[in-house]
């Protein structure tokens, strides 16, 4: 999974990452070691954080817990260490979640990226890259987002990612922080929690449970491999201009009912797993990204075809039901 690299490729000395014990983050961790950055992850470990996720390069990275919404702990951090570059991934991240209750999405996903901009600000840091999503553009029936689609979510968690997405803006345009924004699509692959839809759907079906679907499964995600994204996002930190946004997607749109017969096909299940259950309130019905920007301007486009990851992640799975149990009764 690891992806080549060496000291000669490295634009800045030292990363931060924010929220690098959770799922991209982890994938990001273990592409920066690899690439000999410095690494500093600070990371809550809530419920979706875990440092198992960065067992492979144990001992290669600096770990400080804390909630990056403590404003005065995450200044201390970053005027003691110093980095050059930021990536900030902490998140709460599940929309099911933010729909029961979104308070600690406005938490985390506002103020305490407002606490991360500050900081990165005051210590001075060379470039900071803020992870957002496609999700902030709302749906679309046809066609594709640009960066300069209007800003329109749906969903408590994604209103708080584009709250975030335009605090990045503010804070470039009134301080001069050199931001630049990454806005990818739904992203899958080895270490995702188990509460979005290839894990939900991987582990009831190794359980011979039945795989719960929503509404008819019709609703239209863009899939993009975790390491894809990773290798997008360095790109971003790298070659990305301040307070520019890039779409990262991967051109591979599936109906969720196609995800699911994809991976039960794969995992030698039947579809009478198949339960259609009521759909999740304000479901955005497709997502769909441009991705002229990144590839013209960065020269990245996605490796991994829907085929390919999609097997890879569900042999994941297979090999590391431990973790999946794990996780589970965390
Ligand atoms: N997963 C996707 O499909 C996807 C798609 C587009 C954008 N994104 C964005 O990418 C980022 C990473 O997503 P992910 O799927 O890896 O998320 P994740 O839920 O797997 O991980 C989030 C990480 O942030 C940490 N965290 C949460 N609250 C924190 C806090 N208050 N202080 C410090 N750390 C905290 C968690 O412990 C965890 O390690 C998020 O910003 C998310 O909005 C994700």
């Not at 520019?244 to 797993?273: D, F, H, P, T």
Request: hydrophobic share 40%; charged share 30%.
């Amino acid at each position: 999974m690891l992806q080549r690299g060496n000291a000669l490729s490295r634009k800045f000395k030292s990363i931060l990452v924010t929220g690098g014990a959770g799922f991209i983050g982890s994938e990001f961790v273990r592409q920066a070691v690899k690439k000999r950055y410095e690494v500093l992850v600070v990371d809550k470990l809530t419920y979706a954080g875990d440092l198992e996720r960065l067992k492979s390069v144990e001992g290669k990275y600096k770990f400080f817990k804390s909630d990056i919404c403590n404003e005065k702990k995450i200044r201390d951090i970053f005027k003691r260490e110093k980095p050059d570059a930021v990536a900030h991934f902490a998140a709460e991240t599940h929309v099911d979640r933010s729909i029961t209750d979104a308070t600690p999405f406005m938490k985390t996903n506002v103020i305490g990226t407002q606490s991360v901009f500050s900081s990165a600000l005051a210590a001075g840091v060379k470039k900071i890259v803020h992870i957002s999503t496609d999700e902030i553009y709302g749906e679309i029936r046809k066609g594709k987002f640009t960066e300069n689609s209007p800003i329109a979510p749906n969903s408590p968690y994604s209103a708080s990612k584009a709250a975030a997405d335009m605090l990045a803006k503010a804070y470039f345009r009134t301080y001069a922080l050199p931001v630049v924004i990454a806005r990818p699509s739904n992203n899958y692959g080895p270490w995702q929690f188990p509460e979005k839809l290839i894990p939900v759907i991987i582990k009831n079906a190794l359980e011979n449970r039945k795989v719960p679907v929503y509404a008819k499964g019709e609703n239209v995600r863009e899939w993009l491999y975790v390491c894809d994204c990773a290798e997008a996002i360095f790109a971003i930190l790298e070659k990305g201009d301040p307070g520019q946004a890039y779409n990262i997607g991967s051109g591979q749109e599936r109906k969720n009912i196609e995800v699911v017969k994809s991976v039960l096909k794969i995992m030698g299940k039947s579809e009478k797993l198949i339960e259609f259950v009521k759909d999740r309130p304000g479901h955005d019905f497709r997502y769909s990204l441009n991705i002229g920007k990144i590839k013209k301007r960065l020269g990245w486009k996605a490796k991994t075809g829907f085929g390919e990851g999609i097997k890879r992640t569900v042999r994941w799975y297979e090999a590391n039901r431990r973790w999946l149990r794990k996780s589970l009764n965390a």
